[in-house]
């Protein structure tokens, strides 16, 4: 399977965390809001222009920033 970055997935579009790069304050972040290794995200919405990016885990939606999703390194699932 290809790691790509979290901001590549199209909309609704499935994908397992593989790992993110950052520092031990984002890495904390990510944690807290369920991004950590092996979880599965669900692409709802990445706005235009660097704007926010809205994925799903489990039940939740998590809005993060261009930024910090392109530090975020996934494998796709497939569509739903």
Do not use: D, W
Request: charged share 20%.
């Amino acid at each position: 399977m290809e790691k790509i970055p979290l901001i590549k997935l199209k909309k609704g579009e499935s994908a397992v965390i593989v790992s993110h790069h950052g520092g031990r304050l984002f890495e904390r972040r990510m944690s807290s809001l369920g991004l950590r290794p092996h979880a599965v995200v669900k692409m709802v919405s990445s706005q235009l222009f660097h704007g926010p990016v809205i994925v799903q885990i489990g039940n939740s939606q998590v809005a993060i920033g261009h930024g910090m999703a392109r530090r975020i390194y996934v494998e796709r699932l497939g569509h739903e």
